[in-house]
């Protein structure tokens, strides 16, 4: 089969296409076809080093859609259509230290496939998974937020940013969502968002403890910032750290001390796995055909192009996901 491969950490431009052995099956696992893959920020970063894969030579990619093409316990059928996200826990974490999604087959634990029915079109479908799993789970269970309440997204152009607008909005929050591209505003505001906002690394002054909830998705730098944006008593939950991953260091403690730039009263929390269940899954499939979720699609590369769609995310412009399609056009 083939399968881009990075050898190191010296950027896109360093993955080659190559002609690999097909994965091999660990104890519960299944294969899955790849029919198509959102491209994040995230790969761009640890393709160029900053945020570290385990190990060289890998296959990147942590999200993506595809048929099961072989279950050797029988519980799926060839042909059910699965999502796989990057997971935690017990999980191998698919594509950052586990071969991953930019490839024609992959081996996934079979506990962490999502299998879903859909008539959506392959590049639709790959759009959600990742990006609706950590916007659910950051929003409506780890913030608890809640119909009538307003929330703040920082960094909301990325895909999660985008599917916590659309969720925020479906459940009837108003939203206030940032980018730091002023072309993008009218894109935010045709996505459903009430209050666009151009984030110039200084959001307070405009938005001052005005939020209940914040997700915040650009790191540590505008954190503070983000903070002062939420009423006493609101909850900010940080996710992110678009275009700060060199700061990530898992364990360490996060420097200066919380006093020091949490507001009083205002509560700071975080996301990371586990994920939501597989009725999600489908609810999110289904509420994007029936229209009650939207999810932007920039532009669909074959898989050939791969490379260009990596430059693409790093270029930062488009509005929505960049999505990789097999066998595209
Ligand atoms: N905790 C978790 O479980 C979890 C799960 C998934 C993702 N994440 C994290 O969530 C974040 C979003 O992920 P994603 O895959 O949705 O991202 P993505 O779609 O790749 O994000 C692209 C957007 O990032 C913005 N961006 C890029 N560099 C930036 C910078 N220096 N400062 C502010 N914004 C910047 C750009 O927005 P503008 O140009 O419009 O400003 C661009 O539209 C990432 O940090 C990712 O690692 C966390």
Redesign the pocket.
């Known amino acids: 089969m083939q399968a881009y491969v990075a050898k190191g950490p010296d950027g896109v431009e360093a993955l080659s296409l190559l002609e690999v052995p097909m994965p091999k099956l660990q104890d519960d696992d299944v294969l899955v076809r790849v029919r198509a893959f959102p491209i ?3 790969m761009t970063e640890q393709l160029g080093g900053t945020l570290k894969a385990a190990y060289f030579p890998f296959v990147p990619g942590n999200e993506l859609v595809g048929e099961i093409s072989n279950d050797p316990l029988g519980r799926y059928a060839p042909g059910t259509k699965v999502a796989v996200a ?1 997971f935690n826990g017990e999980m191998r974490l698919t594509g950052l230290n586990d071969q991953g999604a930019y490839a024609e087959y992959i081996a996934v634990n079979a506990n962490y496939v999502f299998p879903f029915e859909s008539d959506l079109p392959w590049p639709v479908l790959a759009a959600i998974p ?2 609706f799993a ?1 916007a659910w789970d950051a929003l409506l269970y780890v913030s608890q937020a809640q119909e009538g309440q307003s929330v703040l997204i920082r ?1 909301g ?5 985008l599917a916590v607008a659309t969720i925020a909005k479906a459940k009837g929050m108003t939203v206030a969502s ?4 002023e072309s ?1 505003l009218a894109s935010l505001r045709a996505h459903g968002v009430n209050d666009p906002v151009l ?1 110039n690394r200084e959001i307070s002054g405009k938005l001052e403890s005005q939020v209940d909830v914040a997700v915040h ?3 540590f730098s505008t954190l503070g910032d983000t903070l002062q944006c939420v009423k006493p008593f609101g909850i900010a939950c940080m ?6 991953y060199e700061t990530v260091h898992t364990g360490s403690l996060v420097s200066p001390h919380p006093v020091d730039y949490v507001p009083h009263a205002v509560r700071l929390t ?4 586990p994920y939501p269940g597989r009725k999600e899954m489908q609810d999110w499939v289904d509420g994007v055909a029936a229209g009650t979720y939207q999810m932007p699609i920039d532009k669909v590369f074959p898989y050939e192009e791969t490379v260009e769609a990596l430059k693409r ?1 790093k270029s ?1 412009i488009g509005f929505g ?1 960049i999505i990789v399609e097999m066998g595209h056009g």
Do not use: H, P
Request: proline share 0%.
């Open positions: 994040n920020t995230g990057f990742g990006a950590t960094g152009t990325s895909g999660v940013g940032t980018t730091r591209d993008k984030d998705l650009t790191g996710v992110g750290v678009l275009g700060e975080s996301r990371r796995g995310r930062q996901r």
